[in-house]
């Protein structure tokens, strides 16, 4: 059973940084590729970056290369997304994904219960 559970949210103001944590409480995740995503109220939720099961290789939205970078430690079963120079548009509930194919979509099975990411101008 995958399980994910993440943590880091809060409140920062414009061009802080946040590291958000995605620990799967259930077996191990290593052959599950896993993704953050985020999603605004009113708006679809939109991937924000991924990473292959063997962290071979990640992708992320244009919005967000080149502030935010996409982690995972197998050992301790956790993804991080840390972002950078953040913005008042990066203001969203952010969700953890894990799927057992190439990469997570929006279709994926695993979800976490999100955590709020409030930026301030």
């Known amino acids: 059973q995958v399980q994910l559970v993440e943590s880091g949210g809060g409140l920062v103001q414009a061009g802080d940084s946040l590291r958000l944590s995605c620990a799967n409480s259930?077996?191990?995740?290593?052959?599950?590729?896993m993704g953050w995503f985020r999603q605004v109220s009113g708006k679809e939720r939109e991937l924000v970056c991924a990473?292959?099961?063997?962290?071979?290789?990640?992708i992320c939205a244009r919005s967000v290369d080149g502030r935010f970078t996409i982690s995972r430690d197998i050992a301790k079963n956790t993804v991080y997304l840390q972002m950078n120079s953040l913005k008042p548009e990066d203001t969203a509930v952010y969700y953890c994904?894990?799927?057992?194919?190439?990469?997570?979509?929006?279709?994926?099975?695993?979800w976490g219960q999100g955590t709020q990411v409030t930026v301030s101008s």
């Open positions: 259930g077996r191990s995740f290593s052959t599950y590729s």
């Open positions: 994904a894990a799927d057992q194919t190439r990469w997570v979509t929006l279709d994926s099975n695993y």
């Open positions: 990473i292959t099961w063997n962290a071979g290789r990640t």
